[in-house]
C-alpha cells in the first residue's frame, strides 16, 4: 500500500490546539448528560431551575451563551478539515480506499462506545458525515460555501415542518413518554449494574432515529453537524490552514481582528434574540413564527460562533503569544479520539451506579467544575506522559493500525 499515516512533521499545531479546546468545551456540556437522563420532561426541568443556586443560573447562562452547540460544532468544523487534508493526501497516492476504512473503523467506536459508556455518541454519525465530505470532496470552495448555507437552510425549513406537525394530544404523550424513559434511566443508569445500562443505551440510541418523539431531535442535530462539517472542508480548501497563504497572514492583520470581533457580535446577538423570541414557548402550544424566527437565528449563531472560535484559536496559534499553553492543549488534540473515550469512562465511573453512583446529585456549576478539573489534572497531564512515550494515542494507534493495515509508523 503506497498510503503513509501522517507524520508528526506534518501535523499542523493549530488543529492541536483547537481539538484541544474543543474536547475542553465538549466535556463541560456533556456533563449533564453523563451523570443524569437525556430525557427530561418540561415539568421537571423547571423543578431542577427553581432549586438551582444563584451560581448555577450564572453558568447555565454562560454555558448557552458561550459553550452549548459551539463545541460540537468546532470539533465537527475539524473533523471536516481534517478529513479534507487525508483525503487530498490519500487521493494523491491512489488508496482512497483508506479512507473508507477509516470511517468504518469510526463506526465501529461509535457503536462500542454506545454500548460500553454512554449513549450520547458523536463518532458514529461523523462515520455518516464523513461519507458526506467524500461525495462533495472535488466541489470547489465556493460550492461547498453554498452546500453549507443550504444545509443551514434545511434546518430552518426542519424546524417549520416539525412545526406542522404539533398537536396537543401529540405533546403531552411525548411529556409522558420523556418522564417513563426518565425513570428507567434512572433505575438503570442511576443505580443498577452495567449490563442492562448495555442493552438500554443500545435501545435508546436506535429510538434517537426512529421514535416518533426523538427524531425530530436527532435529524435537526445531524443538519446542525453537517453545515459545519462541509465548512471545514471550505475552510481548508480556501488555505486557512496555510501559515504562510494570504488568508492566513489577513487574519493575523488588525482587519482580521475586526472580522473575528464582529462574528462574535453577531453570534451573541443572535443568541439574544432567540432567547427573547423562545423564552415563553413550552410544550403545550404550537410553534408560532416568532418561535420558528428565534430557532433559525439559533441555528445561525452557531454558526457565526464556531468560525469566530475558530479563528481566533488560528490567530493565537500564527503569532507568539502565550506559547506555553498551546503546548498541553496540542498534547491533548494529538490524542481527541483517546481522550474523548476516556471523558465518557470517566463520567461512567462517577455517575453510574456501578461506579461511585453520584446519578443526578450535581448542578451546572458543580458539573462545570469537576469538567475542568478533570481536564486540567488528569487529562492534561496523562496525554503529556503517553505522547513522552508514543506518538500516537491508544485508540489513535488502534484506528491507525485498522485503518491502513499495518502498525502505526511503519510502512
Known amino acids: 500500500m503506497s498510503a503513509q499515516p501522517t507524520t508528526l512533521a506534518e501535523r499542523i499545531e493549530a488543529l492541536d490546539v483547537m481539538r484541544g479546546i474543543a474536547l475542553l468545551g465538549i466535556f463541560i456540556m456533556n456533563m449533564p448528560g453523563l451523570s443524569s437522563s437525556f430525557f427530561i420532561p418540561e415539568a421537571v426541568m423547571r423543578e431542577k431551575t427553581a432549586v438551582h443556586s444563584e451560581l448555577d443560573s450564572v453558568v447555565y447562562l454562560l ?39 477509516r470511517l468504518a473503523v469510526l463506526m465501529g467506536f461509535g457503536i462500542l462506545h454506545i454500548a460500553l459508556l454512554w449513549g450520547g455518541d458523536v463518532l458514529h ?10 461525495t462533495v470532496r472535488a466541489w470547489s470552495a465556493s460550492s461547498l460555501l453554498q452546500l453549507s448555507v443550504a444545509v443551514l437552510l ?72 453537517l453545515s459545519t462539517a462541509v465548512l471545514g472542508l471550505w475552510v481548508q480548501r480556501r488555505g486557512w490552514l496555510q501559515a504562510d497563504g494570504a488568508p492566513a497572514r489577513w487574519l493575523s492583520t488588525p482587519a482580521g481582528l475586526v472580522a473575528l470581533g464582529v462574528l462574535l457580535l453577531l453570534g ?8 427573547a423570541l423562545t423564552a415563553d414557548h413550552d410544550s403545550q402550544s404550537a410553534p408560532t413564527p416568532q418561535v420558528l424566527l428565534g430557532w433559525m437565528l439559533g441555528d445561525t449563531h452557531r454558526v457565526f460562533m464556531v468560525l469566530a472560535y475558530a479563528g481566533l484559536v488560528l490567530r493565537w496559534c500564527l503569532g507568539h503569544r502565550a506559547t506555553w ?15 474523548y473515550l476516556m471523558q465518557s469512562l470517566l463520567g461512567a465511573l462517577i455517575f453510574q451506579g456501578w461506579g461511585l453512583g453520584y446519578w443526578d446529585e450535581f448542578g ?28 500516537l494515542g491508544p485508540a489513535e494507534a488502534l484506528w491507525r493500525r485498522l485503518s491502513y493495515g499495518h502498525p502505526p509508523n511503519k510502512p
Not at 125 to 134: E, K, Q, R
Not at 268 to 275: E, I, K, L, V
Not at 325 to 339: D, E, K, S, W, Y
Not at 374 to 381: A, E, K, M, R
Open 364 to 391: 451546572p456549576a458543580a458539573l462545570t467544575v469537576l469538567a475542568v478539573l478533570l481536564y486540567g489534572c488528569v487529562q492534561v497531564p496523562l496525554a503529556g506522559w503517553w505522547l513522552s512515550r508514543h506518538d
Open 63 to 101: 454555558s448557552g451563551v458561550l459553550l452549548e452547540g459551539k463545541f460540537n460544532g468546532l470539533f465537527t468544523l475539524l473533523f471536516g478539515m481534517g478529513l479534507a487534508l487525508q483525503m487530498q493526501r490519500l487521493s494523491a497516492d491512489g488508496a482512497q480506499a483508506v479512507v473508507w476504512r
Open 268 to 275: 451573541w446577538g443572535s443568541w439574544m434574540a432567540s432567547s
Open 154 to 225: 434545511a434546518q430552518f425549513a426542519h424546524g417549520v415542518w416539525v412545526s406542522q406537525l404539533w398537536s396537543l394530544e401529540g405533546a403531552e404523550a411525548e411529556q409522558r413518554f420523556l418522564l417513563s424513559q426518565m425513570t428507567l434511566d434512572n433505575a438503570v443508569f442511576g443505580s443498577g449494574p452495567w449490563w442492562p445500562g448495555v442493552m438500554l443505551r443500545l435501545q435508546e440510541s436506535w429510538w434517537f432515529y426512529a421514535h416518533e418523539y426523538l427524531w425530530p431531535v436527532s435529524s435537526w442535530f445531524v443538519l446542525s453537524l
Open 125 to 134: 454519525i461523523y462515520a455518516v458525515l464523513g461519507v458526506v465530505l467524500w
Open 325 to 339: 499553553l498551546r503546548r498541553p492543549l496540542a498534547q491533548v488534540g494529538r490524542m481527541p479520539l483517546t481522550m
